[in-house]
């Protein structure tokens, strides 16, 4: 069922335009970890059972499908802005058909050593890029190759889709290892 962009929504849609974006980007950095990979079909329920003292291990499987199973808390997050023919009302969120996880979340990787300022290089180059108006308005990038074994999380969201809270509150319950949440 397709529903218009409120007002808000609607100002935010259409100040993103050439030359300018409007979106909201955060990134988190993880600690670095000396654990072993793990094989891809492991559930993330290992990365629950250990220590809380011990740094999270990265999982990329695991966090693509724990994400793609948090979407259904979120709907607006598998939907498409259509605009409506001659501006006459304002655009509506529809399903997005062809929705792909895989377009959403992308797996990225710093040079060896990759240090504060390379990520800062690369998030700033992600951030400057508008996102893609054919596509659910948001993207996650997971970027591993900091120093010490780190990596980080970086995510960018249309205005239009989320305010500053509502965006850290979904990212939140995106990475919570809570399986209540």
Same mark, same amino acid.
Not at 75 to 78: D, E, G, I, L, S
């Given at each position: 069922m397709a529903n218009r962009l409120s007002p808000?929504?609607?100002i935010s849609y259409f100040l993103d335009g050439a030359g300018a974006t409007n979106h909201l980007g955060?990134?988190?950095?993880?600690?670095?970890?000396?654990? @072993? =990979?793990r094989s891809a079909t492991k559930d993330l329920a290992t990365n629950r059972a250990? @220590? =809380?003292s011990e740094p999270p291990v990265l999982d990329y499987p695991a966090l693509v499908r724990l994400v793609e199973n948090r979407l259904q808390l979120v709907?607006?997050?598998?939907k498409v802005?259509?605009?409506v023919t001659l501006g006459l009302a304002r655009p509506v969120w529809a399903d997005d058909p062809d929705f792909d996880i895989n377009f959403h979340i992308r797996r990225s990787g710093l040079p060896s050593p990759g240090t504060i300022a390379d990520l800062e290089d690369l998030v700033s180059r992600v951030m400057s890029r508008p996102l893609d108006r054919s596509r659910p308005l948001w993207e996650v990038h997971v970027i591993e190759g900091l120093e010490d074994g780190r990596f980080a999380v970086y995510s960018k969201v249309?205005?239009?889709?989320v305010d500053g809270v509502s965006a850290l509150r979904?990212?939140?319950?995106?990475l919570?290892?809570?399986p209540d949440d």
């Open positions: 808000r929504e609607a955060a990134v988190i950095i993880f600690p670095g970890t000396t654990v @072993k =990979k250990r @220590k =809380k709907p607006r997050y598998r802005v259509l605009e249309h205005h239009s889709l979904y990212m939140t319950l995106a919570s290892n809570d």
